[in-house]
């Protein structure tokens, strides 16, 4: 007897002690898992299914986790400016042997469904395995709200920072969180804190367009 099941988005004829090669499935190696998409079953009486068989199902053995042989994707746009770009994939797979085939009660066998790795369900498990993680984590973020006002009490305490020439009020939020909140601070900045700041909040070159420094020195004298 054979089946031609699905699992991948691809169709394999199997039949019992067939080692198969399939696209990564949710399993350990030595775990036992259930295909139930069965589209035919073969033999002396052979069924078609529409689209699955009922009941049907292939069982198999996990044997190991592996990657496929490494294919190269080579593109090039002519007419965007010349551009080309390599890349390699390899696929990541699942080796199994065929143990059993199910003509009936496949819905009751109590083996472990054949889940790809990347399905909504396998995704949903990891989900569920990852809320313990993140309730341990929650004491942390409590620490990082309690320790907010502390700095935004520090910015309050500053400088009107707005007074700069193109300075507002997002510009000045980032000032702020940068631990800049008074005119002597920015007036007495030497170049290699320009340059540093200039990285810090990405705009090259500002600070001395503006002339930050000078307006900051006669600013924080008045």
């Known amino acids: 007897m054979f089946a031609v099941l699905k ?17 990564k499935l949710a399993a350990d190696a030595g775990e036992k898992v259930q295909f139930n998409e069965v589209l035919m079953l073969g033999g002396d009486a052979p ?37 080309k770009r390599t890349k390699g994939h ?31 369900a396998a995704v949903a498990v ?24 502390k700095t935004a009490a520090k910015a309050e305490g500053g400088d009107d920072l707005k007074q700069l020439s193109g300075v507002g009020p ?11 909140s008074t005119f002597a601070q920015i007036a007495a900045w030497t170049e290699e804190d320009v340059a540093a700041m200039d990285e810090k909040l990405s705009f090259k070159g500002r600070i001395e367009r503006e002339g930050w420094i000078e307006q900051a020195k006669e600013l924080a004298k008045g």
């Open 170 to 180: 997002a510009l000045e939020k980032k000032l702020h969180e940068a631990g800049v």
């Open 47 to 83: 069924v078609v299914g529409a689209p699955f068989v009922e009941g049907a199902a292939v069982q198999a053995e996990v044997v190991d986790q592996i990657k496929g042989d490494k294919v190269i994707h080579f593109v090039k746009r002519r007419r965007k400016h010349g551009s």
């Open 90 to 120: 390899r696929q990541q797979l699942t080796v199994l042997r065929v143990t059993d085939i199910l003509e009936k009660g496949g819905d009751k066998s109590g083996v472990k469904a054949a889940v790809g790795a990347g399905s909504v």
């Open 7 to 23: 699992t991948g988005g691809k169709q394999y004829k199997v039949q019992s002690g067939d080692m198969l090669r399939v696209e």
């Open 126 to 149: 990891a989900a569920a395995e990852a809320k313990t993680p993140a309730k341990a984590a929650a004491p942390k973020k409590a620490e990082e709200k309690k320790a907010a006002p």
